[in-house]
């Protein structure tokens, strides 16, 4: 947990101070009252400055999970969330009647929240960097299934007409899927073509 001690004219003033530095809100933080602010003789002689010591009291994961529940609170999106942190990777997973929403098309609502959720669990932590997953109704795992059935299927028809094929465009998650799924065929190999988010794979003839 990360802890900074700071003076100011009163306490008030040198926990607003420290709030502002570590970029926290109030009740996410403890306050260890080091020394009490004192005005000195006649108010002016031997004076001395509050100085507190700050401790941020909400791991990251705490900061990740109020983010999603205020993003599904404005939504109005009743829903479970469970956030844990697995060999350094960051999995939050997202539970309820309906999330179609929190998917969007093609995964793309699901895959911004997941970004920004990245920004959140990485930023002002002084922690190294975490990979972050979000997920719903197992979205991931069908999504990475049917994307190496499109591969398959690809590869079979440049097998058979010799010429290149270009799949839609993806981000680089999916991408990497693809490329990842046709590694093993000898007589095929894909390239990333197009800026993002156009970027796209293309499927050919090894030649």
Do not use: W
Request: proline content about 2%.
């Amino acid at each position: 947990m990360k802890s900074i001690e700071i003076i100011g004219k009163n306490i008030e003033e040198a926990l607003n101070n420290a709030l502002e530095q570590l970029k926290v809100s109030r009740d996410m933080v403890d306050v260890e009252i080091l020394q009490k602010e004192s005005k000195g003789l006649f108010n002016l002689f031997g004076s001395k400055p509050a100085k507190i010591r700050v401790t941020v009291n909400h791991s990251y994961l705490d900061t990740a999970t109020q983010f999603l529940k205020n993003i599904l609170d404005n939504m109005k999106i009743d829903a479970e969330i469970e956030i844990v942190e697995e060999k350094g990777i960051v999995k939050a997973n997202i539970s309820g009647t309906d999330m179609r929403n929190i998917i969007g098309y093609r995964g793309e609502t699901l895959d911004a929240l997941q970004y920004l959720l990245s920004l959140v669990v990485n930023k002002n932590h002084d922690i190294s960097y975490k990979r972050v997953v979000l997920d719903t109704e197992n979205y991931r795992d069908k999504r990475e299934e049917t994307l190496k059935r499109v591969a398959d299927k690809t590869a079979y028809k440049v097998i058979k007409s010799r010429r290149p094929y270009k799949l839609e465009p993806m981000n680089p998650y999916e991408r990497r899927i693809i490329h990842a799924a046709l590694q093993g065929k000898k007589e095929i190999c894909t390239y990333s073509e197009g800026e993002e988010p156009y970027r796209r794979i293309v499927i050919d003839i090894k030649r």
